[in-house]
């Protein structure tokens, strides 16, 4: 079957540019999460999403992070005014219903920020 | 904080040894998560540890969990060159309510014939 899909798989651009990252979670699958991997900080929560419920934002590094999920489904995590300290790889993970459960990754989205 | 803490990071190994890696973690959770990661890929759910004594085995990879230590270990029996990867564990932030992972910076395993 169909696995958690990213895209784009990689994206450059310039300082200061809005980016917006895609994730389509395995159907049926109500928890959503988007972490960030890079080679200073390793695999950083970003967010999570449960069904209707409000998200857990708690892992966002700033305010120019932001995500929504619509129709508890695709998701969108998007990063405004980007800095070259945002350049990493941002995995977005779906599973069932959340804790307790393997989360299946996505391939990732490589942002570099020139 | 909740804190991960795997050992070693790095690993060099000869085909057909045995090794353990290690996972400390610094609050309570009954839930462990272990993950693999190939160069350029995305991670691979390997095991999920849902409880004290929990010990899982797959192939030549074995976890096991003891969550009053706080200390998972992934042990590699007769290793082969398939098994290189950069191996994680995590742990749920919230002691299991959520799923938020809290990851290990990674074990890079490289098996030498």
């Known amino acids: 079957g169909a696995g958690v899909s990213q895209s784009p798989s990689n994206k450059v651009t310039e300082k200061g540019k809005d980016v917006e990252l895609r994730c389509d979670p395995i159907?049926?699958?109500?928890?959503l999460y988007w972490y960030r991997q890079s080679l200073g900080q390793g695999l950083e929560f970003l967010i999570y999403f449960q069904g209707n419920s409000a998200p857990d934002k708690s892992g966002l590094p700033s305010d120019r992070f932001s995500a929504e999920r619509t129709g508890g489904s695709v998701s969108t995590l998007t990063i405004q005014r980007t800095q070259q300290e945002d350049s990493a790889v941002y995995l977005c993970?779906?599973?069932?219903w959340g804790g307790g459960q393997p989360q299946h990754f996505g391939d990732g989205t490589r942002l570099s920020i020139l | 904080e909740l804190k991960v803490e795997q050992n070693p990071l790095f690993l060099s190994m000869q085909e057909g040894k045995n090794y353990t890696i290690y996972c400390n973690y610094s609050?309570?959770?009954?839930?462990l998560y272990w993950y693999r990661q190939d160069p350029g890929k995305s991670l691979e759910s390997l095991f999920v540890l849902l409880s004290n004594g929990a010990v899982k085995q797959e192939g030549r990879l074995m976890a096991s969990l003891d969550t009053k230590a706080r200390l998972s270990t992934l042990h590699i029996t007769a290793a082969v060159h398939d098994l290189s990867a950069t191996y994680f564990c995590?742990?749920?932030?919230?002691?299991?309510?959520?799923?938020?992972?809290?990851f290990g910076k990674g074990t890079k395993l490289s098996v030498k014939p």
């Open positions: 995590a742990v749920d932030s919230y002691g299991g309510s959520q799923g938020n992972l809290i």
């Open positions: 159907s049926g699958h109500t928890a």
């Open positions: 609050t309570t959770s009954d839930r």
């Open positions: 993970a779906s599973s069932p």
